[in-house]
């Protein structure tokens, strides 16, 4: 037996979920949004099924669809992408195992931002990278360039970052970017960026892109997923974008995970990118709203609530709230009032930040409020 794989725990996502499945407590830990996305993609989805080619589509994708996500891109990004540039996988977390065992020799160092999407340290281990940790702290989760320059060394080759940040609910901004960019380029590093959040984003900040600053062109793996975009997390349609030299050994790796992902879901995403842009752009207007209902509600409750501009998330600050329990703690508390939530120091490999609990906003107004009755009272 793999011991990676055989001293490994559950993941807290599916952890939590299956205690909101057991107590029937109300479900603010996975992401995931209520309601049914666009409803064009999931009868795009059916139409297919029924009507198209049920067998092996083409392995780096359905042309079709590579074609959508690089037209997105230059539409949305100002990116320069071609349709041979994107490999379609199952799933986000898909291309990212395929970028780092493809990307990965083994011994090879790899920088990872804390707290960080808790498929990341096992997929570099199991490539044979070895983490190197840069610690990112609320209430600002800011990158500071020192520990960055500090943490690389000579067996240095890949950087990898969530931008914006899964739990932290920040995006970069372009000045943090740049110097990411300057810092690859200086280092020769290739980054892997993992953007599922990049629609999901508030108050009009707009997300930058690391493969469009100058240098990153040919050392950028841009990661997407379909099931973000239009809050279909169970389509697991993912995509990675990379210059021709990464791209093809990228799909050497994506050949022997899955090789391929239902054409249906690839078709209906083709569908949801070329005429789903409203529906996008007004669910981030109800996300807003879901975010700015819970973090209002939690507030009058007497909670630190941490600023979120993106994701699905907010977080609250145990301490700054006067609440002696650590996270993990306070999360079980939770459980017995009734609602289930993610503690932050699940997303961290080491030296935990224990002082912070996740919570999902994208769920209607009336299972936010009482969810944050049951909290206030929890307290
Ligand atoms: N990366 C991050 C940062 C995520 O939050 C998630 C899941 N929400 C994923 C990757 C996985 O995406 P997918 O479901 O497309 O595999
Ligand atoms: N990314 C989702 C979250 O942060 C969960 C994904 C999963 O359950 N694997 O909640």
Not at 4 to 29: D, P, V
Not at 75 to 99: C, F, K, W
Not at 138 to 149: K, N, V
Not at 173 to 193: G, K, N, Q
Request: proline share 6%; glycine share 6%.
């Amino acid at each position: 037996m793999n011991p990676l794989y055989a001293q490994m725990g559950t993941t807290i996502f599916e952890a939590m979920s299956a205690r909101a499945r057991e107590t029937g407590a109300i479900n603010l830990g996975q992401g995931f949004a209520d309601g049914r996305g666009p409803e064009a993609v999931l009868q795009a989805a059916a139409h297919a099924v029924l009507e198209k080619s049920n067998q092996y589509p083409p392995m780096a994708g359905l042309p079709e669809l590579r074609h959508a996500v690089a037209d997105h891109y230059v539409r949305h990004q100002g990116l320069d992408l071609t349709p041979e540039e994107v490999i379609v996988t199952s799933g986000a977390t898909e291309a990212l195992a395929a970028a780092l065992f493809a990307l990965i020799e083994p011994g090879d160092e790899v920088l990872l931002f804390q707290p960080l999407y808790d498929a990341y340290v096992p997929l570099v281990r199991q490539a044979g990278g070895v983490p190197r940790f840069i610690r990112l702290e609320p209430p600002h989760w800011r990158i500071d360039a020192a520990a960055l320059e500090a943490a690389v060394t000579p067996r240095t080759r890949l950087l990898l970052l969530n931008n914006p940040l899964n739990p932290a609910a920040t995006m970069a901004s372009a000045e943090d970017l740049a110097m990411l960019a300057d810092f690859c380029v200086a280092h020769d590093l290739v980054a892997i960026c993992d953007e599922v959040w990049e629609h999901v984003t508030f108050d009009g900040a707009r997300h930058l892109p690391l493969i469009g600053f100058p240098g990153m062109r040919e050392r950028t793996v841009k990661i997407g997923s379909a099931g973000k975009i239009f809050a279909l997390t169970g389509f697991k349609v993912g995509w990675m974008c990379a210059a021709p030299p990464l791209a093809r050994v990228l799909s050497r790796a994506h050949q022997f995970l899955t090789f391929t992902t239902p054409p249906n879901l690839q078709w209906a995403v083709v569908e949801g990118l070329t005429t789903q842009d409203a529906w996008v752009q007004d669910a981030r207007h109800r996300f807003q709203a879901g975010r700015d209902r819970l973090s209002a509600g939690l507030s009058a409750a007497g909670l630190a609530v941490l600023p979120s501009t993106a994701t699905y998330f907010l977080s609250v600050d145990l301490a700054a709230s006067g609440i002696a329990l650590d996270d993990l703690g306070f999360c079980d508390r939770l459980i017995d009032a009734g609602v289930v939530a993610i503690p932050v120091s699940a997303f961290y490999a080491e030296a935990p930040v224990n002082h912070v609990v996740r919570f999902c906003f994208v769920k209607e107004d009336a299972t936010l409020d009482a969810a944050i009755a049951r909290i206030a009272a929890a307290r």
